[in-house]
C-alpha cells in the first residue's frame, strides 16, 4: 500500500513539474539587406515637397507656383505647419507655397 502510495506521489509531482516548466524558445529576425543607393532625382524631390497637405479641420492646400501668388493682408500665412490654424489661406513648408482649396470634410 505504501508502494502505491509513493509510486502515485511521485507520478503527481513529475506531472506538476511538467507543466510548471517553461520551454525558453528563441525568436530570430529575419535580416533584409539594405540598399545603399540613393533615390533618382525625380522622387527624391516628390517625397520632400507633396503637392497636397491635409490638415485636419482645417483644410486642404495644394502646391502653386509661388511667383504667382501676391500676399495680401486678408492673407493669413504660416511658415509652420504645426501652427496651421481654420484661418490659416497659405503655408510655406518644404521650399513650396501651399493655397487652401477646400475645408477639411
Known sequence: MRKKIG??????????????????????????????????????????????IYVKDCGVFEKVDSSLIDFGEEEVVVYDIQKVTYKTNVIVAYDATYIKKSEWE
Open 7 to 52: 509510486i502515485s506521489l511521485l507520478v503527481v509531482a513529475v506531472i506538476g513539474m511538467i507543466s510548471v516548466t517553461e520551454i525558453s524558445t528563441t525568436t530570430v529576425a529575419e535580416s533584409h539587406e539594405i540598399s545603399g543607393e540613393d533615390l533618382p532625382a525625380s522622387l527624391k524631390y516628390d517625397s520632400n515637397h507633396p503637392d497636397v
